[in-house]
């Protein structure tokens, strides 16, 4: 019986689909984080009798034909890169993007990782790094003696040196755009990979055009609407109990076919 394979394709892909929406809500409070949605294709197709045959010797044409479905089957888990809410931290190093693009981070690898996330510190050499220690690119080095850090709109870094009445450039930070930003490969950390699907980075200064802006003292939340997720849940929870109920009644009819006498 098909219908057995079909609930079970059916089953299998509201587990993904539970799966990814399980991941959107575990990073509901995740910085930068960009939430996640499965899409679904039909299989292929039985053609018992195909749509537009001949049915007779005088030309006469099947309008519909039969068409058995074998099912459903995941075609891809988009990531839907909208505006973040903004969170007031009041941290000198926290900065958000308002708009278009991502920070770009040296991995311990020599590799360029990309970003949303800019909550940012410094470390030891007065770098300004993430929070797990990697720099951001262009490094830009805060000296001991600095009292305060003005980081503006356009992503210049100032600071106000003990005894300079003149705020001091520190240096530029710099963001970088995709053509196809759902190309971007996710490896953890709130951190990306360029790879062929997404197109080289284009890299230029916060708030020129095709870029956002920088937003101090501010932290971009995850896009992630709690209400739609546990809706999207409950619509996927009812899908897989009615593919089990395919699976059940499949088992009973052929229960009551072997059963015959």
Avoid: C, W
């Avoid at 973040?84 to 981070?105: C, P």
């Avoid at 040296?106 to 797990?132: C, H, K, M, W």
């Avoid at 951001?136 to 106000?160: C, F, K, M, R």
């Avoid at 593919?243 to 229960?255: G, H, K, T």
């Amino acid at each position: 019986m098909l219908s057995l394979n079909i609930g079970a394709s059916g089953m299998l892909a509201q587990q993904l689909n539970v799966d990814v929406i399980s991941n959107n809500l575990a990073n509901m409070t995740t910085t930068g984080y960009k939430r996640q949605r499965a899409q679904f294709q039909d299989l292929m197709y039985q053609n018992i009798e195909r749509p537009g045959a001949t049915s007779s010797d005088v030309g006469t044409i099947v309008p519909s034909g039969i068409q058995l479905g074998l099912g459903v089957k995941a075609a891809s888990v988009h990531r839907l890169h909208s505006q973040g809410s903004a969170i007031i931290t009041d941290n000198e190093f926290d900065v958000a993007i308002m708009g278009e693009g991502y920070f770009q981070i040296e991995l311990p690898s020599g590799e360029t990782a990309y970003t949303r996330d800019g909550s940012f510190q410094v470390n030891g050499d007065g770098e300004i790094v993430t929070s797990n220690g990697y720099v951001v690119e262009p490094t830009i080095v805060v000296p001991d003696d600095a009292i305060s850090i003005v980081i503006n709109n356009s992503g210049e870094v100032l600071a106000q040196i003990d005894g300079q009445a003149d705020m001091t450039n520190l240096g530029q930070l710099e963001l970088s755009v995709f053509a196809n930003k759902a190309g971007l490969e996710a490896v953890g950390q709130n951190l990306f990979l360029e790879t062929e699907a997404s197109g080289a980075p284009i890299a230029g200064n916060p708030n020129a055009d095709g870029f956002g802006r920088i937003e101090q003292g501010v932290l971009e939340a995850a896009n992630v609407n709690s209400v739609e997720e546990i809706t999207n849940l409950i619509t996927a929870q009812r899908a897989y109990e009615f593919n089990s109920q395919i699976v059940q009644v499949s088992d009973q009819m052929l229960e009551a076919a072997s059963n015959l006498r």
